[in-house]
């Protein structure tokens, strides 16, 4: 007999006999933990990249804006007529008597604990300045990035359902035009369309501020309510268009998919085939594209809150720098800088949950 004929057969205590296909008992490893090992290597990626941009941004805020010129001691006392003892107690007062590397020293060190430094003008911590204003940012920007999103996605879909229509073309025509106007000469346009007035027709709107003062209860919020109608019309007008678009974009990709072929063949309706499953695939660049918004849209509203005189932000922001206010400067650039940062970062971290062929 043949050794092949006389071996004994492998039993089943022993297990199958390991081809070059196929993992070995020693790694203990399977798919999903090589996953999860994949997504945690890309987390710890995403992380390390945001600190390095959040320590650069520190960096570069110290320094460009001690290319101000002037003296911030001169620009504390407006100009007024000072001793040199008291210009010499206003820079011990603020660490301007320090060499500059020893100033960057402590400006990182404070700045890691959450101290911003304490503002010129005010008198006042910085951080606390920004925690003073920030509501008002967010009622404005919350409020706008909810409507222009919605929007954005409903007449992206729609759009892309009637692709080459006279519909999609008007939509993409005017958000198109809508988003290459610049926020403030389109709050300025309204100021005076809805605010001012055009001959015979009355202003409907306030002209800038957040409200109109000895009002509360249920009136207070109306009163607030019609004070953000201009602001939020403004930067609902000008952004929408770019969720619109990548919608659209996203929408007509998917629902040129040979997976919608089959479902179609499968008897599915062509509606059900768009909603169910072009739908929801045409949505992802469209929610990462909404995290960097919303970061975008906090840090990009200074020309909106200047224009209508909204107490957010944006207009702390153009009045620290008009003094200039140094601390407060810097403080603010580096609070908007760093919140689209987060956001990006976050969008980057939710993608490959929304598709995991990300990050592995």
Same mark, same amino acid.
């Not at 205590?13 to 008992?25: D, F, I, Q, R």
């Not at 987390?43 to 941004?57: P, R």
């Not at 602001?231 to 990548?246: F, I, M």
């Given at each position: 007999?043949?050794?092949?004929?006389?071996?004994?057969?492998?039993?089943? &205590?022993? %297990?199958? =006999?390991? #081809?070059?296909?196929?993992?070995?008992?020693?790694? /203990?490893? $399977?798919? *999903?933990?090589? !996953?999860?090992?994949?997504?945690?290597?890309?987390?710890?990626?995403?992380?390390?990249?945001?600190?390095?941009?959040?320590?650069?941004?520190?960096?570069?805020?110290?320094?460009?804006?001690?290319?101000?010129?002037?003296?911030?001691?001169?620009?504390?006392?407006?100009?007024?007529?000072?001793?040199?003892?008291?210009?010499?107690?206003?820079?011990?007062?603020?660490?301007?008597?320090?060499?500059?590397?020893?100033?960057?020293?402590?400006?990182?060190?404070?700045?890691?604990?959450?101290?911003?430094?304490?503002?010129?003008?005010?008198?006042?911590?910085?951080?606390?300045?920004?925690?003073?204003?920030?509501?008002?940012?967010?009622?404005?920007?919350?409020?706008?990035?909810?409507?222009?999103? &919605?929007? %954005?996605? =409903?007449? #992206?879909?729609?759009?892309?359902?009637?692709?080459? /229509?006279? $519909?999609? *073309?008007?939509? !993409?025509?005017?958000?198109?035009?809508?988003?290459?106007?610049?926020?403030?000469?389109?709050?300025?346009?309204?100021?005076?369309?809805?605010?001012?007035?055009?001959?015979?027709?009355?202003?409907?709107?306030?002209?800038?501020?957040?409200?109109?003062?000895?009002?509360?209860?249920?009136?207070?919020?109306?009163?607030?309510?019609?004070?953000?109608?201009?602001?939020?019309?403004?930067?609902?007008?000008?952004?929408?268009?770019?969720?619109?678009?990548?919608?659209?974009?996203?929408?007509?990709?998917?629902?040129?998919?040979?997976?919608?072929?089959?479902?179609?063949?499968?008897?599915?309706?062509?509606?059900?085939?768009?909603?169910?499953?072009?739908?929801?695939?045409?949505?992802?660049?469209?929610?990462?594209?909404?995290?960097?918004?919303?970061?975008?849209?906090?840090?990009?509203?200074?020309?909106?809150?200047?224009?209508?005189?909204?107490?957010?932000?944006?207009?702390?922001?153009?009045?620290?720098?008009?003094?200039?206010?140094?601390?407060?400067?810097?403080?603010?650039?580096?609070?908007?800088?760093?919140?689209?940062?987060?956001?990006?970062?976050?969008?980057?971290?939710?993608?490959?949950?929304?598709?995991?062929?990300?990050?592995?």
């Amino acid at each position: 007999m043949t050794a092949e004929a006389t071996s004994s057969p492998v039993s089943p &205590a022993e %297990g199958p =006999v390991a #081809g070059p296909g196929t993992p070995g008992p020693a790694t /203990g490893r $399977g798919p *999903r933990a090589r !996953t999860t090992a994949a997504y945690l290597r890309y987390v710890a990626g995403k992380l390390a990249g945001a600190a390095v941009s959040l320590l650069a941004v520190l960096v570069t805020s110290f320094f460009l804006f001690r290319l101000i010129p002037g003296d911030p001691v001169k620009f504390m006392t407006g100009g007024r007529p000072v001793s040199a003892e008291q210009i010499a107690v206003y820079r011990r007062e603020f660490g301007l008597d320090l060499p500059l590397w020893r100033q960057f020293t402590d400006y990182c060190g404070k700045a890691l604990t959450g101290d911003l430094g304490t503002s010129y003008q005010f008198r006042a911590p910085v951080i606390d300045k920004i925690t003073e204003a920030l509501p008002n940012t967010l009622l404005l920007t919350g409020t706008a990035f909810v409507l222009y999103t &919605a929007l %954005g996605i =409903v007449l #992206g879909t729609r759009s892309a359902w009637r692709h080459g /229509g006279l $519909g999609d *073309r008007l939509n !993409t025509g005017l958000a198109l035009t809508l988003y290459s106007i610049p926020s403030f000469w389109l709050g300025l346009l309204l100021i005076i369309v809805l605010s001012v007035g055009v001959g015979p027709v009355p202003g409907l709107f306030p002209t800038g501020g957040m409200e109109s003062g000895g009002k509360e209860g249920l009136a207070h919020a109306v009163d607030v309510a019609h004070h953000l109608v201009l602001p939020v019309v403004t930067l609902v007008a000008v952004e929408y268009g770019q969720t619109l678009l990548v919608t659209r974009s996203a929408l007509l990709d998917e629902m040129g998919g040979d997976y919608l072929t089959t479902a179609r063949a499968k008897g599915l309706r062509d509606a059900l085939v768009r909603r169910r499953h072009a739908v929801p695939n045409a949505l992802l660049p469209t929610m990462t594209l909404v995290f960097v918004n919303l970061g975008r849209t906090v840090a990009g509203v200074i020309l909106v809150e200047t224009v209508f005189s909204w107490p957010g932000l944006g207009g702390l922001f153009y009045q620290a720098l008009s003094v200039p206010d140094l601390p407060l400067v810097q403080g603010l650039f580096f609070f908007f800088a760093a919140a689209v940062i987060v956001m990006n970062t976050l969008a980057d971290l939710l993608y490959p949950l929304l598709d995991p062929r990300v990050g592995r």
